[in-house]
T-cell receptor, first 114, second 114 residues
């Protein structure tokens, strides 16, 4: 079974803090994705990566950055957390060229910024 | 811009009744289509997918969906609802020329009444 794990299920941070969300997959997938999920908006793509050390912006990259130093790990960074970044963050991975097809999701991290 | 629309943010059915969750996409180019389910406090799990083979796709837990190109639709159905089907359901679409990026609908929360 594919397993995608996220470092925290719940996280509370203060405005202005630097926040790291970690995601690890154990299936040697080339592609990894970060989404945020908000009620009524579905999932929106923040950043994605097709290979180690590469990244591409999704639909809502502002206020976020990412790092992929190893194939299995994809980190989402909030440089200076703000209250409008309070959300559920979901990581996903897939295999196949240029993003593959089926994505496998982690359990999510519910981030609250106060 | 390409988009996915799920009609109805909340759907309520009685146990044993037909489940019908609607999904329409906006493109003349047939995409790859997915339905995901999210149980409370969990990540997304793939229910089924259409990748240009048979238009009627069977998934897990008794769900199925039919791709109708003329209607640009991919509605999800289950003949008889079970209490355990209560969850949020997301329709997602990918086009082969966009590197595996998924565009999600807003989600439909399904409630099942005893």
């Amino acid at each position: 079974d594919v397993k995608v794990t996220q470092s925290s299920r719940y996280l509370v941070k203060r405005t202005g803090e630097k926040v790291f969300l970690e995601c690890v997959q154990d299936m040697d997938h080339e592609n990894m994705f970060w989404y945020r999920q908000d009620p009524g908006l579905g999932l929106r793509l923040i950043y994605f990566s097709y290979d180690v050390k590469m990244k591409e912006k999704g639909d809502i990259p502002e206020g976020y950055s990412v790092s992929r130093e190893k194939k299995e790990r994809f980190s989402l960074i909030l440089e200076s957390a703000s209250t409008n970044q309070t959300s559920m963050y979901l990581c996903a991975s897939s295999s196949g060229p240029r993003g593959g097809l089926q994505q496998y999701f982690g359990p999510g991290t519910r981030l609250t910024v106060t | 811009a390409q988009s996915v629309t799920q009609l109805g943010s909340h759907v309520s059915v009685s146990e044993g009744a037909l489940v019908l969750l609607r999904c329409n996409y906006s493109s003349s180019v047939p995409p790859y289509l997915f339905w995901y389910v999210q149980y409370p406090n969990q990540g997304l799990q793939l229910l089924l997918k259409y990748t240009s083979a048979a238009t009627l796709v069977k998934g897990i837990n008794g769900f199925e969906a039919e791709f109708k190109k003329s209607e640009t639709s991919f509605h999800l159905t289950k003949p008889s609802a079970h209490m355990s089907d209560a969850a949020e359901y997301f329709c997602a679409v990918s086009w082969g020329n966009q590197g595996g990026k998924l565009i999600f609908g807003q989600g439909t929360e399904l409630s099942v009444k005893p």
